[in-house]
Structure formats: C-alpha cells, structure tokens
C-alpha cells in the first residue's frame, strides 16, 4: 500500500491514476508522496516515510528543493502541462491593457438603470478606446514552454517579437516561430519592445530583475506583464514608474499588498493554470511521476534528482539509493552486494549538481543487513528496495 496526501486541491482525474493500492492519507508525516500546487512548504517538517513530492504545476519556488534533496525526496514538477492555459491568459492580458476593457464593462454596470444607455454608450466610449496588439513589439523574456507558445501566438496576433532566454533548449529553439528576432542581451528588450513579458523560473538569480534599472531603460507608455512570479518584479519601482506615466500598465497574476489597488496595475488572482484543461494534464502527470517513482524507482521530470529509468521492475529486486555526487561510492555499493555474494544484472548511476541516483537489480534477495551497511554509507541519504 501507498499513502498519498495532497496540500491543495488536485483534480480528479490525476487522482484517478492511482490504483486500490494508493490510499490518501490525512497528514503530511504518514505519506510516501505529497501531491502540491501552490501551497508553501518551507516551514513544513518531513516524516521519514516521505519519498516524493510532485508539483503539479511548474514553479517549484513554495518548496525547499535542497532540504529535499538532503532527505532524499524527489521533488518532480509538471513541465509544460499548464503552459497553453497561462499563454491564453497572457493574450488576455495584453488586450486587457490596450483598451480599457474593464473601466468600459464598469462603466456599463454602473449606468444600468439609464434607459437611454444604447445612446449615452456612443457618447462614453471613447474614454475606455486604445490600441491594437498587431504591429506593435512584444519581447519575451524566457522561452521555455509558456514563453514559446506565448511569442508564437503574438506572431499569429500580427505583433513583432523579440525573444530573449540565453539558457534556451534545443526543443524551445525547434518550436520557435522563424519570425521571432532573437535578441542577445536582455537590455535589448527592454529598450525595444511596447510590451513585455516574463516567464522565467524565481531564483536567487532572477529574483528582482525588472528593477529600476530596467524599467529606466524601457520605452515610455510599455506594458509590462509577470504571469511567472511576483518576486521577479521590483513592485515599489514599477509603482514610480506607473505613477511617472513610463509603464503605461503592469499586468500581474500575483496578488500582493504593495500592488493591489494601484492606479494602472491590472491585478489578477493567480488564475494563469485554473483552467479544467490545465488542472487536469498537471495532476495527470503529477500522479503518473509518483506512480512509476514510487512502483518502479523511474524518475522523470524531477528537479532535484537526475532523471533516471531502468523500465519497469519486474522479476528483480530493485535496490535505489540516493546519495551525494561524490568519487567511490558505486565502489563501496558494490562491494557491499558482492560481500552478500549478490549478483547485479542491471544498474544505472545518474548525476544532477550535487546529487546522484543509483538503482540496481539484483536477481537474488537482499539481507536487511545490507541493506543496513547500504545506509550506514556516508553521502548516503535514502535507500530503498522494492521487491
Ligand atoms: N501564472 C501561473 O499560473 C503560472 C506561472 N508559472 C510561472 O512561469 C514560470 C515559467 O514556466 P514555464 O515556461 O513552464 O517554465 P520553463 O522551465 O519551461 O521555462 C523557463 C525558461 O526560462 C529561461 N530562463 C531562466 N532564467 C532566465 C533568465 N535569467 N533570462 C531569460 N530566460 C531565463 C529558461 O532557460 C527556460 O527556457 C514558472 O517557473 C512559474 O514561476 C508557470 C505556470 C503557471
Ligand atoms: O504552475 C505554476 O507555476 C503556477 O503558478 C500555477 O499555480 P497553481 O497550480 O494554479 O497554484
């Protein structure tokens, strides 16, 4: 049996890929595997018994990735199953700040007892009229699976995009519209580009980004867009910056007490990934990361742990161990299964960073005194066997 929890509310169709064999459970500390959106996990201590966290979503800055990684839990996240429902959001965003769509339906609700309102609409209007998108010059910042979609849909929308992201995958450069210039300095972009828009993971290195310094170098009337994470955004310096008339509007999906109710900010609740669509294909992905981490040791799409994939287990005994990315340890697992006269018919020893993965099949059993001098290894910080 497997025990799941999830700290947030997880659709049902990812719960629905767990077999009678997973039960969910009521707290964190009784669970193989945590299920998470949004929620923090920062302050939260971890049970022994946990093993895997998937984020169903993208952004994995709620959790601490190192702490995890020291306890051996393998923190997986849903790389690009929520990307068209923040792309679509993000079009909206941009046409929310052309016209004044919203100061218009306002307008509409607050005169609806006017029974010459069909008339009074032709007077009114032209306070809430604006800009169209095509012609005008988007920069991307970030092409990973939102920022690609994101500029390939400005160029169906007749705009001119810029695309900056000196990390690019191969996959992101192959799914790029041809049309979109590649800009080789982010400065390029700011100074450029009508609109802007930042899809880039908050880290320690791109936390506070867009500070004064950038907006300085931006075109006068620019608007800005962050679907991708508050922090990234300096809000104090945004705010000179909407009150001076150079950014014409800030469109967020991050509620924060400092923006909120800002003259120009248009502030949406974090709605970027709560589409059915969206909710569904992350905690599918989700639920189908634990299953083959949990059943068959297989990671993929983790972001702590090297991926890492033996197949499925069969007959085998599966012994996985995850350890600090330091010389000799394959030596002293080694040494260890060949003192148990234990034969190896598979293994596979995968690295990311500072952390290492090994998983071998033996095709005889395994003494729990071994498995006890396994652990006593140091740099060892998990081991487990699946029979
Ligand atoms: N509003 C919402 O509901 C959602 C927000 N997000 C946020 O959007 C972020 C991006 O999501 P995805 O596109 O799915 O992630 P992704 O990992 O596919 O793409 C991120 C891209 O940013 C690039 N990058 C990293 N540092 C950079 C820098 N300093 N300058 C330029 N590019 C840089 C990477 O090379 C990568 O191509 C997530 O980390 C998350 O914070 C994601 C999904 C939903
Ligand atoms: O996937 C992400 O990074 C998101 O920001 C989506 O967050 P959510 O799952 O809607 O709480």
């Given at each position: 049996?497997?025990?799941?929890?999830?700290?947030?509310?997880i659709?049902?169709?990812g719960i629905?890929?767990?077999?009678?064999?997973?039960?969910?459970?009521s707290r964190v500390?009784?669970a193989?595997a945590v299920?998470?959106?949004?929620?923090?996990?920062?302050?939260m201590?971890?049970?022994?018994r946990l093993k895997?966290?998937?984020?169903a979503?993208?952004g994995v800055?709620?959790?601490?990735?190192?702490?995890?990684?020291?306890?051996?839990?393998?923190v997986?996240n849903?790389?690009?199953?929520?990307?068209n429902?923040?792309?679509?959001l993000?079009?909206a965003g941009?046409?929310?700040a052309s016209?004044?769509?919203?100061g218009?339906?306002n307008w509409v609700q607050?005169n609806?007892?006017?029974?010459n309102?069909a008339?009074?609409?032709?007077k009114a209007?032209?306070?809430f009229a604006?800009?169209e998108?095509?012609?005008?010059k988007l920069?991307?910042?970030?092409?990973?699976?939102?920022?690609?979609?994101?500029a390939?849909?400005?160029?169906?929308l007749?705009?001119?995009?810029?695309?900056?992201?000196p990390?690019?995958s191969?996959?992101?450069a192959w799914?790029?519209?041809?049309?979109?210039?590649?800009?080789?300095?982010?400065?390029?972009?700011?100074?450029?580009?009508d609109?802007?828009t930042?899809?880039?993971?908050?880290?320690?290195?791109t936390?506070?980004m867009?500070?004064?310094?950038a907006?300085?170098?931006m075109?006068?009337g620019?608007?800005?867009?962050?679907f991708?994470?508050?922090?990234l955004?300096?809000?104090e310096?945004v705010?000179?910056a909407l009150?001076a008339?150079?950014?014409?509007?800030?469109?967020?999906?991050f509620?924060?007490?400092?923006?909120t109710?800002v003259k120009g900010?248009?502030?949406?609740?974090?709605?970027g990934?709560?589409t059915?669509?969206s909710?569904?294909?992350?905690?599918r992905?989700?639920?189908?990361e634990i299953?083959?981490y949990?059943?068959?040791?297989?990671?993929?799409?983790?972001?702590?742990y090297?991926?890492?994939?033996?197949?499925?287990?069969?007959?085998?005994?599966?012994?996985?161990l995850?350890h600090h990315?330091?010389?000799?340890?394959l030596g002293?697992f080694?040494?260890?299964l060949?003192e148990?006269n234990?034969?190896?018919?598979?293994?596979s020893n995968?690295?990311?960073g500072g952390?290492?993965?090994?998983?071998?099949d033996?095709?005889?059993e395994i003494t729990?005194e071994?498995?006890e001098e396994?652990?006593a290894?140091?740099?060892v910080?998990?081991?487990?066997?699946?029979r």
């Amino acid at each position: 049996m497997y025990q799941y929890h999830c700290l947030n509310q997880i659709s049902d169709v990812g719960i629905q890929e767990f077999s009678e064999e997973y039960v969910p459970v009521s707290r964190v500390e009784d669970a193989d595997a945590v299920l998470v959106r949004s929620a923090s996990m920062h302050e939260m201590e971890f049970g022994g018994r946990l093993k895997a966290i998937a984020r169903a979503g993208a952004g994995v800055n709620n959790i601490p990735l190192e702490r995890c990684a020291e306890e051996g839990i393998v923190v997986f996240n849903t790389p690009g199953a929520n990307a068209n429902g923040v792309k679509e959001l993000v079009i909206a965003g941009m046409l929310l700040a052309s016209r004044d769509i919203i100061g218009g339906i306002n307008w509409v609700q607050e005169n609806e007892e006017d029974g010459n309102i069909a008339k009074d609409t032709e007077k009114a209007k032209k306070a809430f009229a604006g800009c169209e998108l095509d012609g005008k010059k988007l920069g991307v910042i970030g092409l990973g699976a939102i920022g690609v979609l994101v500029a390939n849909a400005a160029v169906s929308l007749g705009m001119d995009v810029y695309g900056y992201d000196p990390y690019v995958s191969v996959d992101s450069a192959w799914n790029l519209n041809r049309s979109i210039r590649h800009a080789k300095t982010v400065d390029e972009i700011y100074k450029e580009c009508d609109y802007i828009t930042i899809h880039v993971p908050a880290t320690e290195s791109t936390k506070g980004m867009i500070d004064g310094n950038a907006i300085g170098l931006m075109k006068k009337g620019v608007v800005l867009l962050n679907f991708a994470r508050d922090v990234l955004v300096v809000e104090e310096a945004v705010i000179d910056a909407l009150v001076a008339g150079k950014i014409k509007h800030y469109v967020t999906d991050f509620p924060t007490p400092v923006i909120t109710g800002v003259k120009g900010a248009i502030v949406i609740p974090h709605l970027g990934a709560s589409t059915e669509e969206s909710e569904d294909n992350c905690a599918r992905m989700a639920a189908k990361e634990i299953r083959s981490y949990l059943e068959h040791g297989n990671i993929r799409h983790s972001v702590n742990y090297p991926d890492s994939d033996m197949g499925f287990k069969g007959e085998n005994t599966r012994i996985l161990l995850l350890h600090h990315n330091i010389p000799n340890m394959l030596g002293q697992f080694t040494r260890i299964l060949a003192e148990d006269n234990i034969n190896i018919a598979d293994l596979s020893n995968k690295s990311k960073g500072g952390y290492a993965y090994t998983m071998i099949d033996i095709d005889s059993e395994i003494t729990q005194e071994a498995i006890e001098e396994l652990k006593a290894v140091k740099d060892v910080l998990k081991v487990r066997v699946i029979r």
